[in-house]
């Protein structure tokens, strides 16, 4: 069983960055694929970036250049650095874990979820 903690989210307002980390627990991180997904109120849940085990990363055109997912297999987490915010990136933002080394960009795909993190950006 794999547990997934969400941290970093908030208020920005347009332009500015925040930084969110998802610490994980239980089986062998540095062997997962990891993901982070976003859902606005009354959308679907969207692929926003994915790293695999080798580091290979992987980003939403949306998200582009402006994010960057990152890993920490020594701590057992994974970052999302979001700078150039836009109001269109408010959302609760959810980290997940696939039991395989390589990501894909499905949530569907994903077998482990934390809770969420509000991220509201917005003058």
């Known amino acids: 069983q794999v547990q997934l903690v969400e941290s970093g989210g908030g208020f920005v307002q347009p332009g500015g960055s925040l930084r969110l980390s998802c610490a994980a627990s239980g089986g062998t991180f540095s062997s997962y694929a990891m993901g982070w997904f976003r859902q606005a109120p009354g959308k679907e849940r969207e692929f926003v970036a994915t790293?695999?085990?080798?580091?290979?990363?992987n980003y939403a055109d949306a998200v582009k250049g402006r994010f960057t997912i990152s890993r920490d297999n020594a701590k057992n987490t994974v970052n999302l650095q979001m700078n150039s915010l836009k109001p269109e990136d408010t959302a609760v933002y959810y980290c997940?874990?696939?039991?395989?080394?390589?990501?894909?960009?499905?949530?569907?795909?994903?077998?482990?979820w934390g809770q969420g993190t509000q991220v509201t950006v917005s003058s």
């Open positions: 790293i695999s085990w080798s580091y290979s990363t």
């Open positions: 997940a874990a696939r039991m395989s080394r390589f990501a894909r960009t499905s949530w569907s795909e994903y077998d482990y």
